[in-house]
C-alpha cells in the first residue's frame, strides 16, 4: 500500500445525515466574509507569496450541507442571489478544510463552525485559500507519512525542539541565535534516529506549517501578534498524546516564523519538501556538530529534561488506560471492518490518541477511498499501525443500498462495493 496520504485539514463535527442548519450563518452573512478574507488578502496583495490569494470560495453548512461561494460554477449547479453562489454539497462529498473542484471549478472549501468566532472562521478561509495556491503551483506534496513522531525518542527530540523554538521567538540578539542552534541540534539529532523520514517532514511541515504561518500572518496586526498566535497553537499541538498527525500544522510556522524575522523571501520555495530547518541554519548562521546526537544529550538538560521525561511516562499511562475500553469496543464487540487501499484523510490533531500496537483512535473523521466515502463524528474509529484496517463499532448498524451508518458514522460506498455479514454481528466492506 502506498504511504498515507495526508491531506491535513480541519473537518466538521456535525452529523453528515443531521439536516437541521446552523442558524447564524446566511448569504448575507457570507457576503460579509468573503469581503473580510478579499481585504485580508489585498493587504498583503502577494507579497508574502507572489500573488493575491483570494480566489473562488465555499463556506458549507455541516448540517444541511448547503453551501454558500462567492463565484459561480461553471456547470451552473449554484444559483445566484445578490451576488451570493448557493447550493447543496452532494452527501457522498467530504467537507474539509481543503481543496474541492465543484461544477467545474476548484474551491477553497471551508467548514462553518458551530458558534460565529470571526477569527476562526477568516483564519479557516485563508487556510483553504493557501491550500489552493499550493495546488496551482505544484507545491502539494506526494504521499508521506511521519508516524516515527510516536517513537518515544522522537517525541523527546520533538519536544526539545519545540521548547528551545519557544525560547528563540520569545528573545533577541545572542540568546536567540543560542536556542535556535539548540533546537537544530536536537532536529539533527532525531533526523539522526529516522533518516528515512527527512522528506516526510520536510512535506508536513510545508504543505500545513506554511499554510498556518501564511493564514495567521495575513489576519493578525503585526509581528507581536503573529508570534503570539502560533505559541498558542504549540500549546495545543504539545498535549496531543500522539504526534504523527499533528506536529506539522505547527512545527513549520515555528521556523517561518523566524525567517520571517530575518525577511526571508518564501516566493523562493518552489518545491513541497523544502527544509525549513536548512533554511533558518542559513539564515542565521548556525554550525552545527557533525554528530548531533553527541551533544543534544549535554543541551537537553537546559530544557528541562526531566520534565519531559515525566510527561511521557503519564503519556504512556494515558494510553495504558485506554487500552482496555478499545479492545473491548473494536476487538470484542461487534464492528464494520474496512480494509483500505488509497485513503484520503481529514481531521483535527486534537481528535487523534495513539494506542501503541493496538494503533491510532481517531474520535472525529473523513475518510475517502476507493470503496467510498466514511464520516465518522461520535465514537471514533480506530486505524492499524499497518494504516490498511479501519475499524468502526457496528451498533445501530443499518445499510440502506450503498448508504450505510451506525452509531456515530455514515459511509456511502461506491458502485461495486457492498457489506456481508462476519462472526459476531460484524460486518466486512467487500468488493462485489
Known amino acids: 500500500m502506498r504511504k498515507l496520504i495526508l491531506l491535513f485539514a480541519l473537518v466538521t463535527v456535525a452529523s453528515c445525515h443531521n439536516e437541521e442548519k446552523i442558524e447564524w450563518f446566511t448569504a448575507a452573512r457570507a457576503d460579509e466574509y468573503f469581503k473580510a478574507v478579499e481585504e485580508a488578502c489585498n493587504n498583503d496583495n502577494g507579497q508574502l507569496w507572489g500573488e493575491n490569494l483570494y480566489g473562488p470560495v465555499m463556506y458549507v453548512d455541516s448540517r444541511s450541507r448547503i453551501l454558500y461561494a462567492n463565484v459561480p460554477d461553471i456547470e451552473g449547479l449554484l444559483k445566484e442571489k445578490e451576488g451570493v453562489y448557493s ?5 457522498e462529498r467530504i467537507i474539509t478544510n481543503n481543496v474541492i473542484e465543484f461544477g467545474g471549478v476548484k474551491y477553497a472549501m471551508v467548514p462553518l463552525p458551530e458558534a460565529e468566532d470571526r477569527y476562526r472562521l477568516i483564519t479557516r478561509t485563508v487556510h483553504s485559500l493557501f491550500h489552493s495556491f499550493q495546488d496551482r503551483h505544484e507545491l502539494k506534496p506526494s504521499p508521506f507519512s511521519t508516524r516515527h513522531l510516536n517513537d518515544k525518542n522522537a517525541r523527546l527530540y520533538l519536544k526539545l525542539e519545540w521548547k528551545a523554538l519557544t525560547y528563540a521567538i520569545g528573545s533577541s540578539g545572542e540568546a536567540r541565535n543560542q536556542a535556535i542552534r539548540d533546537a537544530l541540534v536536537f532536529r539533527g539529532a532525531r533526523r539522526e534516529l529516522f533518516p528515512e523520514a527527512v522528506a516526510d517532514e520536510n512535506k508536513f511541515e510545508n504543505y500545513e506549517g506554511l499554510t498556518t504561518f501564511t493564514y495567521i500572518k495575513l489576519c493578525t496586526s503585526g509581528t507581536e501578534e503573529l508570534k503570539s498566535r502560533i505559541l498558542e497553537y504549540l500549546d495545543r499541538i504539545y498535549q496531543n498524546n500522539s504526534y504523527a498527525w499533528g506536529y506539522g500544522f505547527v512545527h513549520g510556522a515555528l521556523y517561518a516564523t523566524l525567517l520571517n524575522d ?19 541554519m542559513e539564515a542565521y548562521g548556525v554550525t552545527l556538530p557533525a554528530v ?3 551533544v543534544a544529550g549535554s543541551l537537553a538538560l537546559n530544557y528541562d529534561i526531566q ?9 504512556e499511562a494515558t494510553i495504558n488506560e485506554n487500552t482496555h475500553r478499545i479492545v473491548t469496543t473494536f476487538n470484542e464487540k461487534p464492528v464494520v471492518t474496512i480494509t483500505m487501499e488509497s485513503p484520503n484523510f481529514s481531521f483535527e490533531p486534537e481528535d487523534i490518541h495513539f494506542l501503541d500496537t493496538l494503533g491510532t483512535l481517531y474520535q472525529r473523521l473523513r475518510v475517502s477511498d476507493n470503496w467510498g466515502r466514511l464520516a465518522v463524528d461520535e465514537g471514533g474509529a480506530l486505524i492499524a499501525n499497518d494504516l490498511r484496517t ?12 450503498n448508504h450505510i451508518s451506525g452509531a456515530g458514522w455514515h459511509l456511502v460506498l461506491n458502485d461495486g462495493w457492498h457489506t456481508v455479514p462476519a462472526d459476531n454481528g460484524s460486518y466486512i466492506v467487500t468488493k462485489q
Open 87 to 91: 447550493g447543496i454539497l452532494p452527501k
Open 292 to 294: 548531533c546526537r553527541d
Open 390 to 401: 479501519l475499524k468502526v463499532s457496528a451498533r445501530d448498524f443499518l445499510a440502506e443500498r
Open 307 to 315: 520534565a519531559i521525561r515525566a510527561e511521557e511516562s503519564e503519556r
Open 262 to 280: 530575518k525577511e526571508f523571501d518564501f516566493k523562493q520555495i518552489q518545491q513541497s519538501d523544502f527544509d525549513l530547518g536548512k533554511a533558518t
